[in-house]
């Protein structure tokens, strides 16, 4: 990434040309019309009224705002990649405030009561104005931006890893996308599938998830910048401009969930559906059946993550489930009744070196009750799971 220092650069020029539609989901721009402060379909303003007032009241003292990065696009034109909101509260209160829109700061220069833009005496309009900002012209390749960015994204509002990407993968792919995964006034993706994603939509959450899904690994970082970056260079060459594959692969998953699982029940917004879609969605499934052992599951109080129930279904391995341990209680109870010693090999123990083990196995019909309790040395217990 190649650095260099803007200088000379005012407020003036900030507000010059100051433009914001993101109600229609259309972004901010300004400096002269050079300057993309929110692109399109980005996420709504973060900044409090107190943190931005401050941003004003820091102006006005002249004590530096601290640093700014903006990135230079191959025309010329400029991308805010940090100081967003410190750039949007200026403009929101002297460039609104010029159309009479603006918001009121207390404790404005010597001002007793808040006062807004035309409150303001034209000697401190004009130092307002006037004040210079600390701008780093930024240079460089996708992967360069991506690092930089993730460099400085530690002070203020930080923003999610999905903003960061799409900061600095831009292209027509992904303005499409938005349109559906995030456009501020009509989320589509939101409205369909919102019961069964637990994400911050405003934050590009529902985006990264679903991306996570179609490549199949929810955890690999890596894999969604590779898969961004891809994107962007196939779209930079009109090889693919819309994103109509990944909206229709979510569409795909939430119809499957929910032709599977028609009754909705708490904690299947924590499911990572889309990776069970990849591996069972060719099965055919009995849904009665499927409802049935559902009902049986979330019933059962031995079961403490509910969430876990629906990938059970389909592999049937109990660590989803999180079976309910044996309390302190009941371990307590079971070591007198078993008289201090292992229940197979009689040997007596402390009870912190005694292990509970049920007896009947839960899959079995075995409960985590006193009756089921069998408390067993290391070896012991080892050798009965073995030979379960």
Known sequence: MRISMKLNLKVADIIEGYVDKSD???????????????????????????????????????????????????????????????????????????KGKGYSVARLFHHEKPCCWSDLTPAEQRELLSRELLVYECEGVDAERLEWFNTINIAGSELSQQEIRNANYPCAWLTHARQFFSKTNKNLARNIGK???????????????????????????????????????????????????????????????????????????????????????????????????????????????????????????????????FPPEIKTHVYELQGQACKDCGQHFPLADLQAHHNIRWADGGHTTVENCVLLCRNCHGARHRAE
């Open 24 to 98: 229609d989901d259309e972004g901010i721009v300004g400096y002269h019309g050079d300057l993309d402060i929110r692109p399109k379909y980005q996420r709504n303003f973060v900044y409090s009224d107190e943190k931005r007032a401050a941003v004003i009241r820091t102006l006005a003292k002249g004590f530096p705002l601290g640093i700014m990065y903006w990135v230079k696009n191959d025309d010329g034109k400029y991308e805010i990649l940090d100081g967003q909101q410190r750039t949007i509260s200026i403009c929101q209160f002297i460039a609104d405030g010029m």
């Open 195 to 325: 019961l069964y994603l637990s994400v911050d939509w405003n934050r590009q959450g529902g985006l990264e998830k679903v991306i996570k899904w179609y490549l199949g690994n929810p955890t690999d970082a890596n894999a969604i910048n590779n898969f961004m970056s891809d994107m962007k260079q196939r779209s930079d060459i009109g090889e693919v401009e819309e994103a109509t594959e990944l909206i229709d692969y979510y569409k795909a998953v939430i119809s499957w969930v929910q032709k599977l699982f028609p009754v909705w029940r708490e904690r299947m917004n924590k499911v990572e559906w889309g990776i069970l879609y990849n591996k069972y969605h060719e099965n055919t499934y009995d849904t009665a059946a499927l409802e049935h052992e559902v009902a049986r599951l979330y019933a059962d109080n031995d079961v403490t993550a509910k969430e876990g129930i629906y990938e059970y279904i389909f592999d049937h391995s109990e660590s989803h489930l999180h079976i309910r341990q």
